[in-house]
């Protein structure tokens, strides 16, 4: 097998290497040296042959003194990339690895799911990729997630605000780079905890666009899935997406939102009644 970095082929003897090896030569794969901007990753271990798709890594520093470097995987449309839409894409977490969206969710690739036999792991192509129709940025943050990190203690620092704001930085000097997706429409994206993310940064491209920060935009909406907004209102809602979702009866849900007044999480604990429909819904 060999795997390319930085335009050098490399020979490596898979033989050799334990399991814990494998996962040490992956992270040197992956992990660039933040002075190198990008590189195309032409092979990657457990896939046979060439990646049928453009893969590129690297890092975008995004704060003033450039200590806070982001991460990213970008996959380049399988259909027509001078017109498909552009995603960004964001895994909730907070903090977890942009890879898990590539490899378990909407990434052209999969890990080839067997029965543990000693062997390494194998990765086959995902046919239902959302990069048969969008260009996608995977992007490893807020900072300390996968391999994003900061060369200095205060910008380890981090919280939902400072996260969209690093992001919408992100997207700007990358698309800096990338110009001929300037004109591409636009979607963000992400799931789990992202639902707190997303349309942050959403609102601030939208306040760019206004104020003409350069580049122009494209922005056409964003995307989540399974998001987080408020815990409290969250939860609140389980009780009636279970009913919706037939997963309870009629009569139950009714109950429930008699004796317990719409109210399932800060619950009243002499409202025995509420307690025992809450206990039915759960069974």
Not at 118 to 140: C, E, R, Y
Not at 197 to 219: D, F, Q, R, T, Y
Not at 231 to 251: C, G, Q, T, W
């Amino acid at each position: 097998m060999k795997v390319q970095i930085h335009k050098q082929n490399i020979d490596i003897d898979w033989t050799n290497f334990s399991n814990l090896g494998y996962l040490y030569f992956i992270m040197l794969l992956l992990l660039l040296r933040p002075t190198v901007s990008l590189s195309t990753i032409k092979y990657i271990p457990g896939f046979s042959g060439s990646l049928p798709f453009k893969l590129e890594t690297g890092y975008i520093g995004v704060d003033e003194n450039q200590d806070v470097q982001l991460f990213y995987y970008f996959i380049e449309s399988e259909g027509n990339p001078s017109e498909d839409p552009l995603v960004l894409w964001l895994t909730g977490g907070p903090g977890c690895s942009a890879f898990s969206g590539l490899a378990f969710e909407i990434g052209p690739i999969r890990f080839d799911i067997v029965k543990y036999n000693g062997s390494l792991p194998t990765m086959a192509l995902h046919p239902h990729s959302w990069t048969k129709v969008s260009s996608i940025i995977f992007l490893d943050a807020p900072v300390g997630t996968g391999f994003s990190y900061s060369r200095s203690f205060q910008g380890s620092k981090t919280g939902d605000t400072k996260f969209a704001k690093q992001s919408y930085e992100f997207l700007r000097k990358w698309l800096l780079r990338h110009p001929k997706f300037i004109r591409n429409p636009l979607y963000v994206a992400g799931d789990s905890h992202s639902g707190r993310i997303v349309p942050i940064i959403s609102s601030k491209i939208s306040a760019g666009i206004e104020v003409g920060h350069e580049p122009p935009i494209n922005l056409k909406g964003y995307v989540l899935g399974n998001p987080a907004t408020d815990s409290k209102f969250d939860d609140n809602s389980k009780v009636p997406f279970a009913h919706r979702m037939a997963l309870i009866s009629d009569e139950i849900y009714q109950s429930a939102k008699r004796n317990c007044r719409g109210e399932y999480v800060e619950v009243d604990k002499s409202n025995v009644q509420c307690a025992k429909d809450l206990k039915a819904i759960y069974e």
